[in-house]
């Protein structure tokens, strides 16, 4: 596919590379509370997102720093993006997606994107880590409207295999290897804040949802139509319309989980 960065200020990318360790080739995307794989970054160097002018503008949500983080993961260049903004702040499709034209833009050739999610599929627990097979947009826009496309065509990206299969297997093979139970799921973007209504989740069911969350999607169209390969993980924090719901209980739920999460991640890294 043709590279194109979607409207990354040249800038940035000279500020970013300027201070990275090396120029990275995998970015990691981390969603509420799973901010803790930064610790595992070495030569790290942070580069907080108000000092790029690309950045969307917008109140950070709790859970999220706001901060990239360049180094290595298992000796691996790597950009970390803690923190992403969603379209439920007031952002386009396309400003929520700037965790992948920045990844794109910096030379990455692989783009993991995490997320906090509800269950919706009757197996799935709380902590349940899944590998994301697929995914459903209910966001109600998409990150490519308006882009003109290779040679100003319309940017009809294919999206059957957006999660890349070869990455998936090597993280199902990855957490065998490290006793990590890893399921297999299809994620549901809605536009939030609000959470589910019982009966929105009984449809997300009937449609084939396994788990429901307000980030992710548009990150990974952008990266496919900018030739990243993508892996996905979404890491249940609650029941879906679970009473009693409350963002607090997701990032909890984040912190106990972390752990296994970030040990799959750095031995899906090792294997790359």
Known sequence: MTRLTLGVPDADVTRVLGVAPAPPKVAVVLGSGLAGLTDAVERAVDVPYSELAGVPQTGQVAGHAGTLVLGMLESTPAVLFAGRVHQYQGVSAHDAAWPARMAAALGCEALIVTNAAGGVADHLRTGDIVCISDHINLMGANPLIGWPGPEGGTPFVPMRDAYDPELRALALSAAVAEGVDLRD?????????????????????????????????????????????????????????GEGLSHEEVLEAGRVAAADLTRLMLAILRGL
């Open 185 to 241: 799921g299809v994620y549901a973007g809605l536009l939030g804040p609000s959470y589910e209504t019982p009966a929105e989740v009984a449809y997300l069911r009937t449609i084939g949802a396994d788990m429901v969350g307000m980030s992710t999607v548009p990150e990974v169209i952008a990266a496919r139509a900018l030739g990243l390969r993508v892996l996905g993980f979404s890491l249940v924090t609650n029941a879906a319309a």
